[in-house]
């Protein structure tokens, strides 16, 4: 590295935010933007550590750790300490397609495998990514490419989340006519819909790749679900190949008394809602306005929740978690280079804070009914804490007596995860399914158990991250590509 002890010269910086109570009155993307000598002082941080676990890209104890798509973190690092922005730019495209979405809502697993990370806070190298990205757009480097020489197979891809974009993108790249099918009226899956605008911009930062893609002659084609609005058997018939990205998107639900009143929904269906009205103008169907909103969840959803409720004038949010609070460093069951289970507040939790005057999460709680008026509307949410207990040799959530307690809400949004992909266009394309639900598709080729159909993404190994995502596009591409022309120069 350029910078031989520039981690032992400069300590971790991140770009700072705008104030919580300001940035709640818009919806506009809360992060500040560092200086170009600022984010070369960060770079110089990236040891000369010998093995950068940080682009490993592998599961340790059922987490990521290091980075999926394998960037060449420390190779970037070092050119934007250089001031080498345009090298920096070409090292990071070789193996990302959208660091302008991973730099901004990826949670970092390169971060937490960090080998600096073992001493001193980790390198931020999420921030850097973001900063390259940016950089290049600014400066005019990322432009349409034509494609020389077109193969004349046709592909089509189902769905326009990560994976389906990643996989398209590069299978344009080869030269293939590709086709992108979106059931919803906007091109970006869950990047779209399911993220609010104050973390991932979906007219300067979505739109504009999407807008990319098509000038380099992918075909989207919106308000279209295969098995509804265009039939399987057509679909197989005109193209050479299919690839199924359609995503994880069947939520876990919550099976206790009141779940039919008026007032609960699933979290995706409110951000849905949400994100709509940001970008129409118009009012969303499903509103935190005046509501006292009881979040049930954590993650990232429920941190979006939690932000979004409170952009639409909730009058209070509480957010409950099964699990304990985590703790506030690392112990000794979860070492480096694991992904470190570590309390960590995030936008949501800090606007809720600053406007509420607490953290609006609280730990080991446990939703026993809910509770609505006679006109089926909902009123209240009964919760009691819970003690983790083992059964069988399985920790499961025992209620503690006496800790019982109603909590005013007049809505409930569910974020407790994701059971697998919905069944509509898989069965209409007779595709194998795991006992998960997810799609049956080998990883070595990615293909189903039928003739020219792939599947990838979160359809085929569950809910995860975007990261894994652009992973498995990029990596299903190349196996249709090899599939098509039996070999294949993808990387």
Not at 170 to 189: C, F, M, P, W
Not at 300 to 305: A, H, L, P, R
Not at 337 to 361: F, S
Request: glycine residues 10%; proline residues 6%; contains cysteine.
């Amino acid at each position: 590295m350029g910078k031989v002890k520039g981690f032992l010269e400069y300590r971790r910086e991140v770009p700072s935010d705008r104030e919580p109570l300001e940035r709640i009155k818009d919806w506009k993307e809360f992060h500040e933007h560092m200086t170009d000598e600022a984010l070369g002082d960060q770079g110089a941080r990236c040891m000369d550590c010998g093995t950068p676990y940080c682009h490993t890209g592998f599961m340790l104890s059922g987490m990521t750790s290091g980075c999926p798509i394998h960037n060449l973190i420390p190779e970037w690092n070092d050119y934007v300490y250089k001031g080498f922005w345009h090298e920096a730019y070409d090292r990071l495209m070789k193996t990302n397609n959208f660091p302008e979405f991973t730099g901004r809502v990826c949670p970092a697993p390169c971060e937490g495998s960090c080998v600096l990370g073992i001493i001193q806070p980790p390198v931020t190298i999420k921030n850097i990514e973001c900063s390259i990205i940016e950089h290049a757009f600014k400066q005019g480097w990322v432009e349409p490419k034509k494609i020389a020489v077109r193969t004349g197979k046709k592909i089509a891809v189902v769905g326009s989340g990560p994976a389906g974009l990643a996989a398209a993108d590069q299978l344009n790249k080869a030269g293939h006519s590709v086709t992108v099918y979106e059931r919803d009226d906007r091109i970006g899956g869950l990047l779209m819909y399911g993220i609010p605008n104050m973390k991932l911009d979906k007219e300067a930062v979505v739109q504009r790749r999407v807008d990319l893609m098509e000038q380099e002659g992918v075909v989207f084609v919106v308000n279209t679900e295969i098995g509804v609005d265009f039939p399987a058997e057509k679909l197989t018939e005109e193209y050479d190949a299919v690839l199924l990205c359609t995503g994880a998107t069947r939520p876990r639900d919550l099976d206790v008394e009141g779940r039919s009143l008026n007032g609960v929904h699933f979290a995706m269906d409110f951000l849905r809602e949400s994100t709509k009205s940001v970008l129409t103008g118009g009012q969303p169907e499903i509103s935190a306005k005046a509501c006292d909103v009881i979040v049930i969840g954590g993650g990232d959803t429920g941190t979006d929740c939690v932000a979004s409720s409170i952009r639409q004038g909730c009058k209070s949010v509480v957010q409950l978690e099964i699990l304990p609070q985590p703790p506030l460093e690392r112990q000794a069951d979860n070492p480096w280079p694991e992904w470190p289970k570590t309390l960590k507040v995030d936008y949501g939790q800090e606007e809720a804070a600053a406007l509420q005057g607490d953290d609006p999460r609280r730990y080991s709680m446990m939703t026993k009914k809910l509770i609505g008026d006679a006109d089926g509307n909902l009123t209240g949410i009964e919760v009691s804490k819970v003690e983790w207990v083992k059964d069988d040799g399985r920790f499961m959530p025992r209620p503690v007596a006496g800790t019982e307690e109603i909590l005013p809400a007049q809505l409930v949004l569910l974020a407790m995860g994701f059971l697998g992909p919905e069944d509509g266009a898989l069965k209409a394309l007779e595709v194998e399914q795991t006992e998960r639900s997810t799609i049956k598709a080998s990883y070595d080729d990615f293909s189903t158990s039928r003739q020219k159909v792939f599947a990838a993404g979160d359809a085929r190994r569950g809910q995860s991250l975007i990261v894994w995502a652009i992973n498995e596009g990029r990596a299903a591409a190349r196996e249709v590509d090899r599939f098509l022309m039996g070999d294949t120069n993808l990387p």
